[in-house]
């Protein structure tokens, strides 16, 4: 099992920074890659930023040039820096990790989710 710990979510106003952590402990050797993903209020779950299973990156295209994620694989610790932060940024934003298992599908985890408010 893994489970996943978001920090550094909270209030903020628009145009500034806000920086979000995410820490995996137990099996943590079975995962695969990591990343961020949202849930704005009233919609649905969407990948921010991801690492993919060939160590590049993903980022949603509204994230473009504003945010950046990195991480440290050995620990398997992501961070997730928003710059220029927008109202339309504010959602629940929930760490993810893919791993393996005894079976033939890979296994998701999720965080419990951190949430964060951008003002106008």
């Known amino acids: 099992q893994v489970r996943l710990a978001e920090s550094g979510g909270g209030l903020e106003r628009a145009g500034v920074s806000l920086r979000l952590s995410c820490e995996a402990s137990g099996d943590i050797w079975t995962i695969r890659h990591m990343g961020w993903y949202r849930q704005p209020p009233g919609k649905q779950r969407e990948p921010v930023a991801v690492?993919?299973?060939?160590?590049?990156?993903n980022y949603a295209e509204s994230v473009k040039g504003r945010f950046t994620i990195s991480g440290d694989n050995a620990k398997k610790t992501i961070t997730l820096l928003m710059d220029s932060l927008k109202p339309e940024d504010t959602a629940v934003y929930y760490c993810?990790?893919?791993?393996?298992?005894?079976?033939?599908?890979?296994?998701?985890?999720w965080g419990q989710g951190t949430q964060v408010t951008v003002s106008s």
């Open positions: 993810n990790a893919v791993g393996t298992s005894t079976s033939p599908y890979p296994v998701v985890y």
């Open positions: 690492f993919t299973n060939t160590g590049g990156i």
